[in-house]
């Protein structure tokens, strides 16, 4: 009977401390989650208030990664892995690539391409708010399963049971709306060549019968600071060509102006590096 009490007495214990432990928190993860924590939601403003696109994703991408430590922290293997290489290795850097080739100024999000979507977005994130807080405040009072215990078959066996078994008509729908957006986007910017692709030839006496540029267009400007792609070039008397940057650049009033100060600077300091490098040479030949 004493041994029977004991054995009941000792799972109590392991019981009851099975539970505390999943009510309470290391020294270690409470450090971790303040510390990435802050990390994570000063990204998540960067991304909002930073001014140039390039930077702001740079930020999305760093709150992702962070979220991904959370992920793994917590024992989800499987969503820390995904967070890393679907969402900042993949789409993250997709968007960071466009935004680069494409050159977004802080000048295009001013513009209101669609009547009302401010608004439209504030109330979504208003509504966002309200869902977050909402989950929040429910897992805060009730009670929840440690994560021995969620992970007791496996986390990513355990995640592929509730997706295929519980879950499976929302997997099927998310996967259906993600083949829906891919075949959107390429119909959308699909165009159907209704003639003949002009060979170089065709190019070349096109441009010769119009008389306007016989030679190919010339290259633009090229600094070292930056690939100049936006700054036009300048002819032999130093003047600069339209015809150096592209009519994309042109029409958005991207282009950089060259102008006679920017020409001056340029020579000023060729001429001191002329004037630093004669002194060198100067006092080469003397200690010889």
């Not at 991304?47 to 959370?70: E, P, R």
């Not at 990513?156 to 997997?171: R, S």
């Not at 590096?273 to 080469?284: F, Y």
């Amino acid at each position: 009977m004493s041994a029977q009490l004991a054995a009941h007495s000792g799972s109590f214990a392991a019981d009851a401390g099975s539970s505390l432990a999943a009510y309470s928190t290391s020294t270690g993860e409470a450090f971790q989650f303040w510390i990435l924590g802050t990390v994570a939601v000063i990204g998540a403003l960067c991304t909002v208030f930073m001014k140039k696109a390039v930077h702001s994703a740079l930020c999305l991408a760093g709150t992702m990664i962070v979220l991904a430590v959370f992920y793994l922290a917590n024992g989800a293997y499987f969503l820390g892995i995904v967070q890393v290489v679907v969402y900042t290795g993949a789409i993250m850097m997709l968007f960071l690539f466009v935004v680069m080739l494409v050159g977004v100024t802080a000048a295009d999000s001013l513009k209101e391409t669609i009547r009302g979507q401010r608004w439209l977005a504030l109330l979504c994130g208003l509504g966002f708010g309200i869902l977050l807080c909402a989950g929040i405040g429910n897992a805060s009072l009730s009670e929840f399963n440690g994560l021995a215990q969620a992970n007791s078959g496996g986390n990513v066996e355990g995640l592929a049971a509730l997706i295929f078994t519980k879950y499976v008509f929302a997997f099927e729908i998310t996967g259906a709306l993600l083949i829906t957006a891919a075949v959107g986007a390429m119909v959308l910017t699909h165009r159907e060549r209704t003639e003949r692709a002009r060979t170089q030839r065709e190019l070349a006496q096109e441009r010769v019968r119009a008389g306007k540029q016989l030679p190919p267009l010339p290259a633009p400007g090229v600094y070292a600071r930056h690939n100049a792609v936006d700054i036009a070039g300048l002819l032999p008397d130093g003047t600069p060509s339209e015809l150096t940057v592209i009519g994309t650049l042109r029409e958005r009033g991207q282009i950089r102006d060259v102008s006679d100060e920017a020409i001056k600077d340029l020579k000023a300091l060729e001429q001191r590096a002329g004037e630093r490098l004669g002194r060198d040479g100067r006092a080469e030949e003397a200690a010889k």
